[in-house]
């Protein structure tokens, strides 16, 4: 008796929307001279690394930055592995899960476009809020920030 040759099973987890980061990212002229009077003040001399924090500084907040607040010129091209080093992943899930959460569809197009938002308002954050010098200021407001979330969650009722 022979048996019938069983199917082969697809994966029933569809795959994402999007497939990957973009190549690079493209800052605004006023983004680039916010990140000349950042570097100034805080003895932070790459870019790449203010950028992060820029990133991540935006992503802490549970809202889409305006679009109508920047410009689309791009005066400064960060090539993606140098603005992420070794965890481009990590930045990338970081914004894509961001992104779900706004209940927004997570195509490459409205990725990249969010990505470059991100960026710009975390920067105008960073600037805004970078009155002293030297690297202490930054470490300062990353500190702040995190106390402010403890309380924020500590004033949050359980459900």
């Not at 999007?18 to 805080?42: F, V, W």
């Not at 992943?89 to 197009?109: I, K, N």
């Amino acid at each position: 008796m022979s048996r019938a040759p069983q199917a082969k099973k697809t994966p029933t987890t569809p795959s994402p929307p999007h497939t990957g980061h973009p190549e690079a990212i493209h800052l605004n002229a006023e983004a680039k001279e916010q990140l000349t009077t950042i570097k100034r003040r805080t003895g932070i001399k790459h870019n790449n690394v203010l950028c992060r924090w820029a990133l991540t500084r935006s992503l802490a907040e549970p809202t889409l930055p305006n679009a109508a607040n920047h410009a689309t010129d791009t005066a400064l091209d960060i090539e993606w592995r140098v603005f992420t080093g070794t965890v481009g992943d990590l930045y990338w899930a970081l914004l894509v899960q961001h992104t779900a959460d706004l209940g927004l569809e997570c195509t490459d197009t409205t990725l990249t476009a969010n990505l470059r938002l991100h960026l710009h308002r975390g920067l105008s954050y960073i600037h805004g809020e970078t009155t002293g010098h030297g690297l202490d200021t930054l470490l300062k407001l990353g500190q702040q920030r995190w106390q402010q979330h403890i309380r924020d969650q500590s004033a949050t009722p359980l459900t």
